[in-house]
C-alpha cells in the first residue's frame, strides 16, 4: 500500500469514528445534500450549511496522516453579499449548467507531531460551522 491510500485510509477512519459520531453528539444530522465533487455523505445543523471532509487533497503528502480539509457547502445557486466572499468565507464551486455553489474550505489539523489534538479540531469545526452559517442566516429569505 502506497502513501496516498495509507492516508486516505486513516483519514476516512478517524472521521467516521471520531468526527462524525461527535458532531452527531452536538446536534449536527446526516446530510441531504449530495456534494458535487466529495461522495461521501456531510452532514448539518441546517439545510443553509453543509460539511463535508475532502480526504483526498493533501493524502499524498507526508504529514497527511495528521489533517485533512473541512469544506462547508451553501447549496445554492444565488447571489451572496460582498461581505461573505472571499478566502475567509466562501467562494465559487461550479457545478453543471453554468451554476455555482458556495464554499468555505478548511484545514483541520487534528496531529502535530506525536500531540493529538482531536478535541481542539471537534470544537474548532463546530465554531467555524457556526460563524460560517451566521453569516448566511440573512439569505434564507433568499432561498426558493
Known amino acids: ?42 452532514l448539518m445543523q441546517s439545510s443553509l450549511l453543509h460539511i463535508f471532509f475532502d480526504v483526498d487533497t493533501g493524502a499524498d503528502y507526508p504529514d497527511g496522516d495528521e489533517w485533512f480539509i473541512a469544506e462547508f457547502l451553501f447549496p445554492y445557486n444565488i447571489k451572496i453579499p460582498d461581505s461573505v466572499k472571499g478566502p475567509d468565507y466562501f467562494t465559487t464551486l461550479s457545478v453543471s449548467d453554468g451554476k455555482n455553489l458556495w464554499h468555505h474550505r478548511e484545514l483541520i489539523r487534528f496531529k502535530y507531531g506525536k500531540s493529538k489534538k482531536l478535541v481542539e479540531s471537534l470544537d474548532f469545526l463546530d465554531s467555524k460551522y457556526k460563524e460560517l452559517h451566521s453569516l448566511l442566516e440573512p439569505l434564507e429569505k433568499d432561498i426558493k
Open 1 to 42: 500500500m502506497n502513501l496516498t491510500e495509507a492516508n486516505k485510509i486513516f483519514r476516512k477512519s478517524l472521521i467516521k469514528g471520531y468526527f462524525e459520531p461527535n458532531l452527531l453528539n452536538l446536534d449536527f444530522s446526516k446530510s441531504n445534500i449530495k456534494h458535487p465533487t466529495i461522495s461521501d455523505d456531510g
